[in-house]
């Protein structure tokens, strides 16, 4: 990735800097819960949620997305971390091949980022996909969410809920 070229920070606008609701824990029959509001994006007529998670303590933005395997981002979000001192080269594990939702395989840099929190719970050493693509969206997988513990998506109250 070349990080001699200026960050346009206007393609990250939507990733970072949403206001932050509230995170409800609750305990129901000794079980603990997290509850996570999720926004819905109407992408191309197809609904695509949204959660609020943590980078390296940055807030962003991050697609809800069950059919991916991995955390990742886009080279604008690695080169935005990068530049503010949350991540460095020395993060870069190996590079790699991906096969993306339309079936196209491309080139992706396997980076461990430090630590992702969601709600109350904090992952730590992620292993994390950056696809050399400045519009690729920042995604939350499996390799995150299989992480949380049990999970239900509520709709009609527009959360995600994490039984601990």
């Given amino acids: 990735m070349d990080?001699?070229?200026?960050?346009?920070?206007?393609?990250i606008?939507?990733?970072?800097?949403?206001?932050?609701q509230p995170i409800?824990?609750?305990v129901v029959n000794n079980i603990v819960t997290d509850t996570i509001p999720f926004y819905v994006s109407v992408n191309d007529g197809a609904n695509v949620y949204y959660i609020n998670v943590q980078i390296n303590s940055i807030p962003m933005m991050a697609m809800f997305d069950?059919?991916?395997s991995t955390f990742s981002m886009s080279t604008i979000e690695y080169q935005f971390l990068k530049k503010h001192g949350y991540i460095n080269n020395e993060n870069i594990v190996s590079t790699n091949k991906a096969i993306i939702a339309n079936g196209d395989t491309v080139n992706v840099y396997n980076v461990v980022v430090d630590e992702v929190v969601v709600g109350t719970d904090t992952i730590k050493d992620v292993e994390t996909s950056v696809f050399d693509n400045p519009?690729?969206?920042l995604l939350i997988g499996q390799g995150v969410l299989s992480k949380l513990g049990d999970l239900t998506i509520s709709y009609k109250n527009g959360c995600l809920i994490i039984h601990k």
């Avoid at 990080?3 to 393609?11: E, K, L, R």
């Avoid at 606008?13 to 932050?20: F, G």
């Fill in 135 to 137: 519009n690729a969206p």
């Fill in 24 to 26: 409800c824990a609750t």
């Fill in 13 to 20: 606008v939507d990733t970072i800097l949403e206001p932050q």
């Fill in 3 to 11: 990080n001699s070229s200026p960050i346009d920070t206007t393609m």
């Fill in 66 to 68: 069950t059919g991916c």
